[in-house]
């Protein structure tokens, strides 16, 4: 299996039921409370991880308990935490989450992802050196994003970028990317005042370097011949569907250096596992569930 490194987002997720989204102004009695391990960076180190990937992460948390219980629950993963940096000047980054009818809306407070540096991924050299592939989004800094595709080129490495939440990119960094996974409206704002606006249009100007996510309708890609295909959605019932674009990814990079139409296969079926259960890395499956859901061998 591959070895990734994983450079991004830790967060602690606070989560909020209720059986209807808050309208501005308003109040309203919510179900349940509680809190989950979260973040972009580190939902798809456990994806990943749990896929049987070899996984190191390269990130920032606070100097409180938010970040101890984090870093632990990583270690438990089986996470190298060798680049986990801790920061005393600013407090772990949070998710404030409101799930309603298996649907969220999320609001992140950054703290300390946004202290991750382009000098803490310079001390990581040794960390792109090993890796096979390095994931990355954007829930740190661009310049740490810019920083890390530059060292993964350095070293040969496949730099793969989860565009979430969305930004539009400069270009020297897009030139890097191997593969950008973003979901329609990630991709409209990527291909802001280029051409055609169609979703179809934008995958066809990149093509094999862009697999795009729908929901419930999958994902998407054009083929190195222009041509367009489409990976269904695996159907299951949905409790809570935060985490699921990351276990997207997480299973990309954990299978990565198959063809893409198999990565989109899989991926689209981790991540239906994935919302089967609360909190964004509660139904992430293992390599073995991830099998006998798809009933073969991976
Ligand atoms: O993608 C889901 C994640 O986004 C949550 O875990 C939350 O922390 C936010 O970063």
């Not at 391990?37 to 939902?43: D, H, V, W």
């Not at 005042?193 to 934008?202: K, L, N, S, V, Y």
């Not at 990351?246 to 990079?253: I, P």
């Amino acid at each position: 299996m591959n070895r990734v490194l994983v450079v991004g987002s830790i967060n602690m997720d606070l989560v909020v039921e209720t059986d209807e989204f808050p309208a501005p102004g308003e109040t309203l009695l919510g179900r349940r409370f509680a809190t989950y391990p979260g973040g972009k960076g580190a939902n798809q180190a456990v994806a990943a991880r749990r896929l049987g990937a070899q996984v190191a992460m390269l990130g920032c948390v606070g100097r409180d308990a938010f970040g101890r219980e984090l870093s632990d629950r990583l270690a438990a993963e089986g996470i190298d935490l060798c680049h986990l940096r801790t920061d005393g000047e600013a407090s772990t980054g949070v998710a404030a989450i409101t799930v309603s009818r298996a649907e969220n809306s999320i609001v992140v407070v950054p703290g300390a992802n946004h202290r991750l540096s382009p000098d803490d991924v310079a001390a990581a050299g040794e960390a792109f050196a090993e890796a096979d592939v390095v994931l990355c989004q954007l829930e740190i800094p661009l310049a740490t994003v810019a920083a890390a595709a530059g060292l993964a080129q350095r070293h040969g490495k496949p730099f793969l970028l989860n565009p979430a939440p969305a930004a539009s990119l400069p270009a020297d960094l897009s030139e890097r990317i191997a593969l950008l996974t973003p979901n329609e409206h990630e991709l409209a704002v990527l291909s802001a005042g280029a051409g055609d606006g169609t979703w179809q249009a934008r995958l066809a100007r990149r093509p094999g370097r862009v697999l795009m996510t729908r929901g419930a309708d999958g994902a998407w890609f054009a083929g190195r011949d222009g041509q367009l295909h489409h990976q269904p959605a695996f159907r299951v019932t949905a409790v809570d569907t935060t985490g699921a674009g990351d276990t997207f990814n997480g299973a990309l990079a954990a299978f990565w250096g198959r063809p893409l139409a198999e990565l989109a296969r899989l991926a689209c079926a981790a991540s239906a596992l994935s919302v089967t259960r609360a909190g964004a890395q509660g139904g992430m499956p293992t390599r073995d569930q991830l099998a006998s859901f798809l009933g073969e061998a991976l």
